[in-house]
């Protein structure tokens, strides 16, 4: 049971906003030592959880270089490029790339487009100048509701494309364990086929949803300029 406080661990420090990776490591440190791991022995354990897991860490390579074209202006390459097509709107564009993204995962290509690669550097900036030529500039509020939008977009696209693709990790996992534990026989296909359905469904879903971020943005910029001329109209009253 004592083994159990390593979760206690983890409870409080997402609750006190601690660093993630350093909560993990701690709870894994005090799970190890109270499991009855020496020192040495919970640090081999870490060290031999990186080496097979060690994939997960490739898209780190890609950030010297991404650095490197964002400081030779990529970003704002984007927005000039995005600016040129005039019916692309943010939400419109968004929509585009979550199709792109599920398209590409079903066909497990996951490491095309992503985050650090695509989603930061381009797709994000994109948006952004694609909701400054529609609206004006940009709030910091709705700036960043751009951006959640964007990783929104890759997350929803990774998430329903990837099932769709036989060999990827999840349905071979889940073909060997049914098949090993109940004696059957299914086959990675007949999970992929049911899968077509789902990917359908969130693409229509949150494809909706962020084809309506170009009216959330209108809303949400017209009543913040208004609060802000309020403001300044009665802080100017008062200084008279």
Known sequence: ??????????????ALRRNPLLVVGAAGIVTGLLGGLSPREVLAAFGTGFAN????TVFAITLPVIG???????????????????????GRFLA?????????AALGLNGVLGHAQTVRPLAAPMAEGAAERRHGPLTGRAREKVRSFAASADNVGLFF???VFLAVGSILLITG???TTYHTHLEPLDLALW?????????AVHGW???????????????????AVAGGVAKDGAVR
Do not use: H, I, K, W
Request: with cysteine; aromatic share 6%; net charge positive.
């Open 1 to 14: 049971m004592l083994v159990l406080v390593g979760v206690a661990v983890v409870v409080a420090g997402f």
């Open 53 to 56: 897991s060690r994939a997960v």
């Open 68 to 90: 490197l074209l964002e400081r030779y202006g990529l970003q704002e390459q984007a927005r000039v490029l995005v600016t040129r097509f005039a019916g692309l709107t943010a």
């Open 96 to 104: 585009l790339y979550l199709l792109l993204r599920q398209a590409t």
């Open 161 to 163: 494309g990837e099932d």
């Open 177 to 179: 364990f049914v098949n």
């Open 195 to 203: 899968a077509v359905p789902t990917a359908l469904c969130a693409l």
């Open 209 to 227: 949803r962020l084809l309506r971020l170009d009216r959330a943005l209108a809303r949400d910029l017209a009543q913040e300029r208004t609060a």
